[in-house]
């Protein structure tokens, strides 16, 4: 049997929450310390596992703590390395525990959590260039290296940046960005996100995060995005690190959905049922309820209008406040173009309306996908409008600002997102005048 200790992150520090545990069998459980359970300020650390004493099921624990491990060919590789199965848990986190998502710590039980930041080691273009180049090679090797979770299907590693010179954390030192690199499939990909986040910026979504390319001499880009779970203090006790982590749970974790495969609709007859879920858990749990369900609204917008069809529940999440007292909706991030990929599904994540198949959302679809969140359709027009008549001229505006930035020739693949895009703007320009 495996057990580690999980500790959360505050202001002053980490305490502990409880106890990960991997049985011989393959089970696995979580339990909240005693003390943890006593302390009058403490809150569930998501909300499929709430304040109790006892173990939690198989099923719970993976449907609270999967989503913090690597995907893809980085988490496959990294599950056959440690020779431990697909559903797993405990024995990945037990050697990339330093810094996964959200402001968990994960350690040896009856140990107290070391917080040395250990000795960052500094990363120039030639490893960029190599990312660039290997991306799935150099985020294994970096993410074993660092000892760092990053979950996604995306080769992709933690960074911290200094005065320009960019670190890999050690320890227990959080990154502040994380570099991604596309894979060879699919053309562009990282210039694709950078113009679709700067679009999103321009679009009305304020708090996007702040993405740039590194132009690679003869490969494709480099993209660096700021993380939006990161707050920077710089009066922290105890010779912690003056940037702190925000915790966070993907609505994966939020609606308790422990099979992947379920993180995309799995039909047109369930995509109202999806909706109203996350809608339901956000009058729960957050917050800002109307506000969020409006957010919620103009990102599900968005991701049709700039062709997201990846749009599933794992790129939908909550974050909760630094005193983990409240919680609310999400910036929007990991947002792509995937309709201008022909050999990619056109069937969305979350679907809008009644439709998950981008190609057959129709006007009424809107309104409807307004009456599912439980917000005014006059307000939602409006938004939808206003997006819908900007997109365009957003995205090559953002090819212009990444042209001069960085030198990477964003022309052409801007103008290949709008023609894509102008057919989605028309339809949505006709839901704004609809009466709802």
């Given amino acids: 049997m495996e057990q580690l200790s999980v500790w ?3 202001f ?3 305490a ?5 545990g991997f049985e011989a069998n393959g089970d696995e459980w979580f339990e909240y310390d005693d003390s943890f359970l006593r302390a009058e300020s403490s809150m569930p650390i998501y909300p499929v596992l709430p304040l109790r004493e006892g173990r939690f099921t198989s099923q719970q624990t993976r449907a609270a703590f999967a989503s913090l491990g690597p995907e893809g060919a980085v988490g496959h590789d990294i599950r056959t390395a440690l020779r431990v199965g697909r559903e797993a848990v405990t024995p990945i986190l037990a050697r990339l525990n330093h810094e996964t998502v959200g402001a968990l710590a994960f350690g040896k039980p009856g140990e107290p959590l070391d917080i040395n ?3 960052p080691k500094t990363i120039d273009l030639a490893f960029f260039e190599e990312f ?3 991306p799935d090679r150099v985020a294994f090797d970096t993410l074993l290296d660092s000892r760092l979770s990053l979950n996604g299907a995306v080769s992709k590693f933690g960074a911290t940046e ?3 010179v960019w670190e890999l954390p050690q320890g227990l030192c959080p990154s502040t960005h994380i570099i991604k690199a596309g894979s060879p499939a699919f053309p562009h990909q990282m210039l694709n996100e950078a113009l679709c986040m700067r679009c999103a910026l321009a679009c009305g979504f304020d708090d996007a995060a702040e993405t740039k390319l590194v132009a690679i001499d003869g490969a494709e880009p480099v993209l660096i995005s700021k993380r939006f779970d990161r707050l920077s203090i710089s009066d922290r006790p105890n010779g912690l690190p003056p940037v702190m982590r925000l915790h966070q749970a993907d609505f994966c974790q939020v609606l308790g959905v422990s099979v992947d495969a379920l993180k995309y609709t799995p039909s047109d007859e369930m995509v109202a049922g999806y909706t109203t879920s996350v809608a339901e858990a956000i009058s729960r749990e957050s917050s800002e309820r109307y506000g ?3 957010y919620v609204f103009d990102m599900l917008a968005f991701d049709y209008l700039i062709g997201n069809c990846d749009n599933h529940l794992k790129n939908l999440s909550l974050t909760w406040s630094f005193d983990w007292q409240s919680k609310a ?6 947002i792509t173009c995937t309709t201008v990929y022909e050999d990619l599904s056109r069937e969305m994540g979350m679907g809008i309306g009644r439709r998950r198949l981008i190609d057959a959302v129709q006007a009424e679809d809107f309104p409807v996908m307004a009456r599912q969140l439980g917000i005014g359709w006059r307000q939602a027009s409006d938004a939808l409008a206003e997006m819908a008549e900007s997109i365009c001229t957003a995205i090559l505006d953002a090819a212009h600002d990444l042209d001069a930035e960085s030198g990477v020739d964003a022309g052409s693949f801007a103008e290949k997102l709008v023609t894509d895009c102008r057919p989605r703007t028309e339809v949505a320009l006709r839901a704004s005048l609809l009466r709802g």
């Fill in 8 to 10: 959360m992150e505050r």
């Fill in 12 to 14: 002053e520090g980490f």
């Fill in 16 to 20: 502990l929450v409880g106890t990960l």
């Fill in 117 to 119: 930041r250990g000795n």
């Fill in 132 to 134: 660039s180049r290997n």
């Fill in 162 to 164: 200094h005065d320009g």
């Fill in 292 to 294: 969020d369900r409006s």
């Fill in 329 to 334: 909706v999400s910036p929007i991030y990991d």
